[in-house]
């Protein structure tokens, strides 16, 4: 069972990346995933979340009207499309398991979350 995450890279403020949450050994569409990131010295942060059970979507209020989740079931992949960039979301970005629709609407991962590697979105002129 893993997750990987791609994407990340270097984007000038006001610019765009799509992050993408891979599953390898298990089905994604019956697993809700969440999107966390951190900058070194602080706390991981909750990003976004996609529930499971009807396809909600939760969202930070940093990144609303933003970022939006997708789903792609035949490439067992969820999608993080992150528009209008700016140097506060320069992190770490990971995503992982939730365990269940309350936790996801938190945007935590609950106590047994599966987590991809980190990938780093750097924004900057």
């Known amino acids: 069972v893993q997750l990987q995450a791609s994407g990340g890279g270097l984007v000038q403020p006001g610019g765009y990346l799509r992050l993408s949450c891979a599953a390898h050994?298990?089905?994604?569409?019956?697993?809700?995933i969440g999107w966390f990131r951190q900058v070194p010295g602080k706390e991981r942060e909750g990003v976004s979340c996609?529930?499971?059970?009807?396809?909600?979507?939760y969202y930070a209020d940093s990144v609303k009207g933003r970022f939006t989740l997708s789903r792609d079931n035949a490439k067992n992949t969820v999608y993080l499309q992150m528009n209008n960039l700016n140097s506060e979301d320069t992190a770490v970005y990971y995503c992982?398991?939730?365990?269940?629709?309350?936790?996801?609407?938190?945007?935590?991962?609950?106590?047994?979350?599966?987590w991809g590697q980190g990938t780093q979105v750097t924004v900057s002129s």
């Open positions: 992982a398991t939730v365990d269940s629709r309350f936790h996801c609407s938190r945007l935590e991962t609950g106590s047994s979350p599966v």
């Open positions: 050994g298990f089905t994604l569409p019956y697993w809700n």
């Open positions: 996609l529930n499971t059970n009807n396809d909600s979507t």
